[in-house]
Every structure is written in structure tokens, then in C-alpha cells.
């Protein structure tokens, strides 16, 4: 039994943790994405993947350090950039850093505003990116700005 490519382990640990965790025993996923992060520290994949377990296990200044690390590494994945973002205003929400976290949610809705959308025919590769830009959006919007959201609109 081979352990899994790094890009796929951290596709993998993104994948776990995406939603806040919900008592499961999620070691094996944060696991995935140290080891990911091991082998290619300077890629934006490990590093959110990386972010986002440290999120969702209680460690938010980490977390925002490496959410603005994989943002600045995501190049053109515009999904993985807005995503990192909204993570980032999360993670300084969670550090009782409301400047920081009201920022972070102004940088997230610019970035949203460059990612495909259904109506432009094509919504970009990678698609998994592209779903999690739209579920940290909805939870960092959530938790930061309650009210309506507009599904095609950057609030």
C-alpha cells in the first residue's frame, strides 16, 4: 500500500475539511496534508490544504498565515485565490481579529469577482477549486456578514 501523491493528499485533506468538523476523528486527513505540505511547502494546494486543517483544529493564527501564503502562490486559480481569502477572513474572525478579518473579506469579495461563473459556459479547472471558493464564501459570509447572498453576486 503506496501513501498518495502529495497534490492528492492535499486534495484529499482539502476535501475532509472543508466543512467545520463535526466530531469525527479527523487525524488521518490533517496527516494527508502535513505530509503534503512536507513535500512541497512552496505550492499553494498543500499550503491551503495545510490552512485549512489548522482552521478546523482550532489553530487560526497559523491557519492565516498559511491561507495568505497559499493566496499568493495560487497564481491564476482564481477559485483557490478567493477561497484562501474568505478562509483568511475567517481564520482573523476566529483570532478576535476583526480589522484583519473585515480585510481579508474585502480582498475575498475582489477576488470573487475574477472567478468563473456558471453563466460564463466554463466555471475553470480545477472544478474542486472552484466548489470550495463557493463554500468558503458561503461560510465566511455566513459567519461575518449574516443575511441574504446572492448566488451571482460578490457582496
Not at 490533517?30 to 495545510?50: H, N
Not at 501564503?69 to 482573523?92: C, K, Q, V, W
Not at 466555471?123 to 443575511?147: F, K, M, V
Request: charged share 20%; glycine share 6%; net charge negative.
Amino acid at each position: 500500500k503506496s501513501a498518495p501523491a502529495p497534490d492528492g493528499a492535499a486534495q484529499a485533506a482539502m476535501a475532509c475539511f472543508v466543512a467545520p468538523p463535526c466530531g469525527l476523528d479527523l487525524s488521518p486527513a490533517a496527516a494527508l496534508a502535513e505530509r503534503a505540505l512536507a513535500a512541497r511547502e512552496a505550492d499553494a494546494i498543500p499550503q491551503f490544504a495545510a490552512a485549512l486543517t489548522r482552521l478546523r483544529t482550532g489553530k487560526s493564527r497559523e491557519a492565516a498565515r498559511y491561507f495568505a501564503l497559499a493566496r499568493e502562490s495560487a497564481g491564476t486559480d482564481m477559485s483557490l485565490r478567493a477561497a484562501s481569502s474568505y478562509y483568511l477572513a475567517i481564520a482573523h474572525h476566529q483570532s478576535d481579529d476583526p480589522p484583519a478579518a473585515a480585510a481579508a473579506l474585502d480582498v475575498a469579495r475582489a477576488d470573487f469577482g475574477n472567478v468563473s461563473t456558471v453563466d460564463d459556459g466554463d466555471t475553470g479547472l480545477p472544478i474542486e477549486h472552484w466548489l470550495i471558493c463557493h463554500a468558503s464564501r458561503r461560510e465566511a459570509e455566513a459567519i461575518l456578514q449574516p443575511g441574504p447572498l446572492s448566488d451571482n453576486e460578490p457582496q
